[in-house]
């Protein structure tokens, strides 16, 4: 959980997550839905699905005994050099230095290596560790780093007078600290979309994404992206006739969502509307869903965003 996402952000869910899989058998049995829907709002969601393909490996071949050996681990699904080095040295405390952002910031700026921060130059990072890096003390070791970068050697911003190796770093002794490591340039696809939100009967439609791909196997209600030019409601009515081959009436704008992803800036705009035609809707890709019952469905953040509105305003109607 804490690759992408911060500290504060995990703790609730960590709790929450070991209530519903409070072990290896619990995660491995479990259904991919109800896992996808635990992580829902901590994003990159290929994370949950390894978790759990590891979890299912680990029963099924490891007769469910955690391996400790790192050739082990590092075939596991989600287990790459970092995570595997974190799990051995402080699960198992092993020796193993590990590499995540925060740890690749400290080296750089304490051995003044200038240049973007990549895997390119984990070699000379692991070169400066090696001679520093307490055997006996690794899991320590790897989380007082972590921690330092994390609340000290800050990406913008270092707090620098407060370091307690101040003194050993080059970054700041030759005033370089802010320029170290230099900065990436973000470069997001602006994306904008129109969203259907149909209820009948009390229940509301929604359609399964594709199993691979951005976003797989969550859960959203049907719509797509808008096309340059496009009015978004030629946009909404378009999208709805080629995914359900029907047609719409009725539609008032609800609301206006915008979220970012890894890659992606995306404004969702969501409509009420009804079908004037019959849809074609195939088995299990769309369901009607009481709006209650939306809350066992795993969705993206930007979605949830409108089942949020959705339940807020039965809230003040029932008021």
Not at 54 to 72: C, Q, S
Not at 87 to 108: C, E, G, K, T, W
Not at 159 to 187: D, M, Y
Not at 262 to 283: D, I, M, N
Request: glycine letters at 6%.
């Amino acid at each position: 959980m804490l690759q992408q996402t911060t500290v504060p952000a995990v703790l609730p869910r960590y709790r929450e997550w070991l209530q519903v899989f409070p072990d290896l058998r619990a995660l491995a049995q479990a259904p991919p839905q109800k896992v996808l829907k635990a992580w829902e709002g901590l994003g990159y969601y290929q994370r949950a699905r390894n978790l759990q393909h590891a979890a299912r490996l680990i029963m099924g071949k490891h007769g469910g005994v955690f391996p400790r050996t790192y050739d082990e681990l590092i075939e596991l699904p989600g287990f790459g050099p970092y995570i595997t080095a974190a799990v051995l040295s402080i699960a198992f405390h092993q020796p193993y230095p590990a590499l995540d952002a925060n740890v690749r910031r400290v080296v750089m700026r304490l051995a003044g290596i200038h240049g973007p921060m990549e895997a390119a130059r984990d070699q000379q990072i692991f070169n400066f560790l090696r001679p520093r890096f307490p055997v006996d003390s690794a899991a320590d070791f790897n989380q007082a780093m972590m921690e330092l970068g994390a609340v000290i050697c800050r990406p913008r911003n270092p707090r620098c007078l407060l370091c307690p190796v101040q003194r050993f770093c080059l970054a700041f002794e030759r005033g370089v600290q802010e320029i170290i490591p230099a900065p990436r340039e973000r470069r997001y696809e602006k994306i904008e979309s129109v969203i259907a939100v149909i209820a009948e009967g009390g229940k509301y439609l929604i359609q399964k994404r594709p199993p691979t791909g951005l976003l797989a196997g969550l859960w959203e209600f049907p719509g797509g992206k808008r096309r340059a030019g496009e009015h978004l409601h030629e946009a909404l009515r378009r999208e709805i006739r080629e995914e359900l081959g029907a047609e719409i009436e009725g539609e008032n704008l609800l609301l206006t969502v915008n979220h970012s992803y890894t890659r992606f800036q995306v404004t969702l705009h969501a409509f009420s509307c009804r079908f004037s035609t019959a849809p074609r809707l195939r088995q299990p890709i769309h369901r009607w869903v009481s709006l209650r019952a939306l809350e066992r469905y795993p969705f993206p953040s930007g979605s949830a965003k409108i089942i949020r509105f959705l339940e807020e305003r039965e809230q003040t109607s029932g008021n």
